[in-house]
């Protein structure tokens, strides 16, 4: 019984305190952090010419860790009018703070010292999308940044510390100009042998991906078995759920993986063993194949006539979501989803029906019972 009233003394002793924690994400009530640590990325503004010094070269986007950067470039209307030297500027930014490491790479990279890690450091948001930072979001965390740091371009290459050209008073600046080492990685990089491997990468493994995409296809029309037919389509499909991958499009490698990957070749693939084998000599020896070739051709003219004339948009774009997407398949393209399932269905059922037909005094496999 003592103690009992011993805890209770404790827990009312407590309850007038202050408190001795931050109370996130209230920004007034946040814990202060030195500035030699580094925030997040933050985009700067040129005051000189009213525009931001990015001109989305994606140089930093290529080379991020983690992939948390998109960016597109548009033609500079201020240039034509011959109010700025920048032909390019930037038409749209966007960071996932969530996924951002604090790396630095961006900065040392960016041969325009047009991205700086500032000193926002806090991740805590009531949304669930909040930390996505745009481009109107990611320049004014870089004024703020100027602002705090004092930051202003130098004549040259050279940069202004918090305190002037030198840095903090009375010491020789900083270690390492950061602009500088950015120009002096970015030189490394274009230089023979640098340490573009990052992009090398991506191109050996679209290649690898395009070469098995072709070879599947290859093997799918040359081969005369008909289960190898089966597994080099798979193999295509294996590479066009690489070529997605490549391309950040996770969601269609997602369905690519298990709807084509898995379930239409599984169905194929038991729609064949549910087939006679003097089926597949039927199916395989026919003359019919120059007209199936006129057919191909003729569907990738039309093919290749629609991707010519079809107009790719420059203009920016929006991420679109995985309850967008479902949202949009079952309520706009219900009836071609429900198509594509019958024609699935349609296949097992003629599956079905070929293995049960039987001639006369025939006491195979498919023999009804």
Not at 76 to 101: H, P, Q, V, W, Y
Not at 311 to 331: D, N, Q
Request: include cysteine; glycine fraction near 12%; aromatic fraction near 8%.
């Amino acid at each position: 019984m003592l103690g009992s009233l011993r805890g209770l003394a404790v827990t009312l002793a407590t309850m007038v305190r202050r408190p001795v924690t931050a109370q996130y994400p209230d920004p007034a009530l946040r814990l202060d952090i030195d500035e030699r640590f580094m925030g997040f990325p933050a985009l700067l503004w040129d005051d000189s010419n009213d525009e931001p010094y990015c001109t989305g070269c994606m140089v930093c986007v290529r080379e991020c860790p983690t992939q948390c950067m998109s960016a597109e470039m548009a033609d500079n209307e201020r240039f034509a009018a011959g109010e700025s030297t920048r032909k390019k500027i930037i038409e749209s930014f966007e960071i996932n703070l969530g996924r951002c490491i604090v790396c630095g790479i961006c900065v040392d990279v960016c041969n325009f010292d047009a991205i700086e890690m500032s000193h926002e450091h806090e991740l805590g948001k009531f949304e669930r999308d909040a930390n996505r930072a745009d481009l109107p979001a990611l320049l004014e965390m870089g004024r703020t940044w100027q602002a705090e740091a004092g930051w202003s371009p130098a004549p040259g290459q050279e940069r202004r510390g918090p305190r002037g050209p030198q840095g903090p008073a009375g010491g020789g600046g900083r270690p390492q100009d950061r602009g500088g080492a950015g120009r002096d990685r970015a030189r490394a990089r274009a230089a023979p042998g640098g340490a573009g491997r990052a992009l090398m990468a991506s191109a050996v493994l679209f290649y690898l991906a395009a070469a098995l995409v072709l070879g599947g296809a290859v093997g799918v029309v040359t081969t005369r078995n008909i289960v190898y037919a089966a597994f080099g389509l798979l193999a295509s499909l294996m590479g066009v759920a690489a070529l997605f991958l490549l391309t950040f499009a996770q969601f269609l490698a997602l369905v690519q993986v298990l709807i084509y990957g898995g379930a239409v070749v599984i169905v194929i693939i038991f729609a064949l063993m549910l087939t006679r084998l003097d089926d597949f000599r039927r199916l395989t020896e026919h003359r019919g194949w120059p007209l199936g070739a006129a057919a191909a051709i003729a569907v990738f003219g039309l093919m290749v006539a629609a991707i010519v004339r079809t107009a790719v948009s420059t203009g920016p774009r929006t991420g679109v979501g995985f309850a967008a997407v479902g949202e949009s398949l079952f309520r706009d393209w219900a009836v071609p989803f429900e198509v594509a399932s019958l024609v699935l269905l349609i296949a097992l059922i003629g599956a079905v029906v070929m293995v049960r037909r039987t001639g006369p005094g025939d006491d195979g496999p498919g023999t009804d019972r």
